[in-house]
């Protein structure tokens, strides 16, 4: 075995193998969305196979016409879900997801650290600000993603001042003496922001010295920057290796010039995988579950997206930078609307052609569609040039992805001697390498 720097891996434990029509496969799994004993069963396996962690990505709002065709983002609570799951294993991180612009601090900051209780160290915190949801929460509209990132920023940071506010060694639990605690240790955080006043201390201690992974997705400058001052790892939405290169090395710069070890800011594309035991299979697997694409809901997506309106154009024509709305027009998401205009710029593709990329059809997620050889293979050169630092798997079209990936793509990257096969630890921070 080469010794070669190794990857980190987390895997999605959101239900990507459901999405559109995969969902009515026979092996799908469907029935068991909601269930503590299927998760767990993965939970298990993923350990098995030594992944860094299990990842939960998480939204606050139901569109109910979301439910006709597919479960939508119907969803247990991403935090409670992953406290089951951490009663059934005992090395595996736990990434839950909390918004900023919605959930409040001391909320968060006291189910995180619960978690991490419970868990004994391993959880890790997916920071979002969110994309929709607001009328949930009293808001009127939503903010823009700069105030929405200037929000997070106080946020996190009170959420720091309250793990901080209840250290874990301030419990003496002294039968002799009858004292319990030492009062001193713990403080109140006064804290008075733009956004919040928090008093503290928090009511839950620490678990060791309370240090929490922190992910981040959003690639917007504003995004970046926030991601730049505190993230350890990126969820990130990278078509091709090139964004992947661009986004890894901008974000180290942006670190380093923070004060930051570059290498303390992780990459982590997200890689829908189709997989099947051949190619011919899997490409099958991926036609079945794209076959009720409607071109009227994309060409919907693509007005989403970056604000351009394809109704009246010829699936064949082509779609021009000319084309495209001023550059500081507001869109939902910065970083998915970037993507679909980078591309645009770069090839001028027909709208029929459009309609179909992962920039449009998905997430913008980086897409193999093949045998686990061709996911060990395509992950290995990602990483020999560095586009990301591992991945976030998001195994797609059938259940028998989430098995073909535990079962052959971690061990094929593991003989490659790109992952490990041993955990050296046992806290998230360990896996990661988060000092
Ligand atoms: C890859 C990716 C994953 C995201 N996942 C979530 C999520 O699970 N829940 C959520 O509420 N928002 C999610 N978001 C939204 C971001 O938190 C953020 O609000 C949005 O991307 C706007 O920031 P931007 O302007 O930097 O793109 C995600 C964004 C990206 C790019």
């Given at each position: 075995?080469?010794?070669?720097?190794?990857?980190h891996?987390?895997?999605?434990?959101?239900?990507t193998?459901?999405?559109?029509d995969?969902?009515r496969?026979?092996?799908?799994?469907?029935?068991?969305?909601f269930?503590?004993?299927?998760?767990?069963?993965?939970a298990?396996?993923?350990e098995?196979?030594k992944?860094?962690?299990?990842?939960r990505?998480?939204?606050?709002f139901?569109k109910p016409?979301?439910?006709?065709?597919?479960?939508?983002?119907?969803?247990?609570?991403?935090?409670i879900?992953l406290?089951?799951?951490?009663?059934?294993t005992?090395?595996?991180?736990?990434?839950?997801?909390?918004s900023?612009?919605?959930y409040?601090?001391?909320?968060?900051?006291?189910q995180?650290?619960s978690?991490?209780?419970?868990?004994?160290g391993?959880?890790?915190?997916?920071?979002?600000?969110?994309?929709?949801?607001?009328?949930?929460?009293?808001?009127?509209?939503?903010?823009?993603?700069?105030?929405?990132y200037r929000?997070?920023?106080?946020?996190?940071?009170?959420v720091?001042?309250?793990?901080a506010?209840?250290p874990s060694d301030?419990?003496?639990a002294?039968?002799e003496s009858?004292t319990?605690g030492?009062?001193?240790?713990l403080?109140?955080i006064?804290h008075?922001?733009?956004?919040?006043?928090?008093?503290?201390?928090?009511?839950?201690?620490?678990f060791?010295?309370?240090?929490?992974p922190?992910?981040?997705?959003g690639?917007s400058?504003?995004?970046?920057?926030?991601?730049a001052?505190v993230?350890?790892?990126?969820?990130?939405?990278?078509?091709?290796?090139?964004?992947?290169?661009?986004?890894?090395?901008?974000?180290?710069e942006?670190?380093?010039?923070?004060?930051?070890?570059?290498?303390?800011?992780?990459?982590?594309?997200?890689?829908n995988m189709?997989?099947?035991?051949?190619?011919?299979e899997?490409?099958?697997?991926?036609?079945q579950?794209h076959?009720?694409m409607?071109?009227?809901?994309m060409?919907?997506?693509?007005k989403?997206?970056i604000a351009?309106d394809l109704t009246?154009?010829?699936?064949?024509?082509?779609?021009?930078?000319?084309?495209l709305?001023?550059?500081?027009?507001v869109?939902?998401?910065?970083?998915?609307g970037?993507l679909?205009?980078?591309?645009?710029e770069r090839?001028?593709?027909t709208?029929?052609?459009?309609?179909?990329?992962p920039e449009?059809?998905?997430?913008?997620h980086?897409?193999?569609?093949?045998?686990?050889?061709?996911?060990?293979n395509?992950?290995?050169a990602w990483?020999?040039?560095?586009?990301?630092d591992?991945?976030?798997?998001?195994?797609?079209?059938?259940?028998?992805?989430?098995?073909?990936?535990?079962d052959?793509?971690?061990?094929?990257l593991?003989?490659?001697g790109?992952?490990r096969?041993?955990y050296?630890?046992?806290?998230?921070?360990?896996h990661?390498?988060?000092?």
């Amino acid at each position: 075995m080469t010794t070669r720097k190794h990857i980190h891996i987390g895997l999605s434990v959101a239900p990507t193998w459901l999405m559109n029509d995969a969902w009515r496969r026979d092996d799908s799994n469907v029935e068991n969305v909601f269930s503590t004993d299927f998760f767990v069963e993965i939970a298990k396996r993923a350990e098995k196979a030594k992944i860094d962690f299990l990842f939960r990505p998480d939204t606050l709002f139901m569109k109910p016409e979301m439910i006709a065709g597919s479960p939508g983002f119907s969803s247990l609570d991403p935090t409670i879900q992953l406290a089951a799951l951490a009663e059934h294993t005992s090395k595996i991180g736990l990434v839950t997801t909390a918004s900023t612009t919605f959930y409040p601090p001391y909320i968060v900051a006291r189910q995180i650290q619960s978690l991490n209780i419970l868990s004994k160290g391993r959880v890790g915190w997916n920071i979002v600000t969110s994309l929709d949801g607001n009328e949930n929460f009293g808001i009127s509209e939503m903010p823009s993603s700069e105030d929405r990132y200037r929000q997070a920023a106080e946020f996190s940071d009170v959420v720091h001042k309250l793990w901080a506010s209840y250290p874990s060694d301030a419990i003496i639990a002294d039968r002799e003496s009858g004292t319990y605690g030492t009062p001193d240790a713990l403080t109140r955080i006064d804290h008075h922001g733009e956004f919040y006043d928090v008093a503290g201390p928090l009511n839950t201690p620490a678990f060791g010295n309370g240090k929490v992974p922190l992910f981040q997705a959003g690639a917007s400058p504003a995004g970046r920057d926030f991601a730049a001052s505190v993230a350890h790892a990126i969820f990130a939405a990278t078509p091709d290796p090139e964004v992947a290169r661009e986004l890894r090395s901008d974000l180290r710069e942006r670190a380093a010039s923070k004060g930051r070890d570059p290498d303390d800011i992780r990459i982590l594309p997200g890689l829908n995988m189709y997989l099947a035991p051949t190619r011919e299979e899997a490409r099958e697997i991926f036609a079945q579950t794209h076959a009720r694409m409607d071109p009227r809901r994309m060409i919907a997506k693509v007005k989403e997206l970056i604000a351009l309106d394809l109704t009246d154009h010829p699936m064949d024509a082509r779609v021009t930078a000319d084309m495209l709305p001023p550059a500081d027009t507001v869109v939902r998401s910065k970083t998915h609307g970037d993507l679909v205009r980078r591309l645009i710029e770069r090839d001028q593709p027909t709208v029929k052609d459009l309609l179909t990329r992962p920039e449009v059809m998905g997430s913008s997620h980086w897409i193999v569609v093949g045998t686990p050889e061709d996911a060990v293979n395509e992950i290995a050169a990602w990483a020999d040039i560095n586009a990301g630092d591992g991945i976030i798997a998001l195994p797609s079209g059938s259940h028998q992805s989430v098995e073909l990936f535990l079962d052959q793509v971690v061990p094929g990257l593991q003989e490659r001697g790109l992952f490990r096969t041993e955990y050296s630890g046992h806290t998230l921070a360990d896996h990661l390498g988060v000092k």
